[in-house]
């Protein structure tokens, strides 16, 4: 499965922004897909996850209520939707595949795309 992450830049705390996650990939539509951040000098951290068929979906309790997270299978797509943007939301963002295990340990994620920036000023 290859992961490609897109829609990061540069906004203003409380703006918005949406990420993507294309994926590519026989079997990508089955995996759970999960979203982590990692900012400078920091350990990655478990942002939001969904499950094969969308139909469960999984928050740190730091996003809960500004971010969701969706899929289109058909297009073999993962979505953050990103609201009320905060400064310490500024981090590289991955998107990846879930191998099993936990579902916001990142240890248990097998595939993993290249971040994208999201730079949050205040």
């Known amino acids: 499965v290859q992961l490609q992450a897109s829609g990061g830049g540069l906004v203003q705390a409380g703006g918005s922004l949406r990420l993507s996650c294309a994926a590519s990939?026989?079997?990508?539509?089955?995996?759970?897909m999960g979203w982590f951040r990692q900012a400078p000098g920091k350990e990655r951290e478990f942002v939001a996850a969904i499950s094969a068929n969308g139909g469960s979906t999984y928050y740190a309790d730091s996003v809960k209520g500004r971010f969701t997270i969706s899929r289109d299978n058909a297009g073999n797509t993962v979505y953050l939707q990103m609201n009320s943007l905060k400064p310490e939301g500024t981090a590289l963002y991955y998107c990846?595949?879930?191998?099993?295990?936990?579902?916001?340990?990142?240890?248990?994620?097998?595939?993993w795309g290249r971040g994208t920036l999201v730079t949050v000023s205040s």
């Open positions: 990846a595949a879930r191998a099993g295990g936990s579902i916001n340990f990142y240890q248990d994620y097998r595939y």
């Open positions: 990939g026989r079997t990508s539509s089955s995996y759970t």
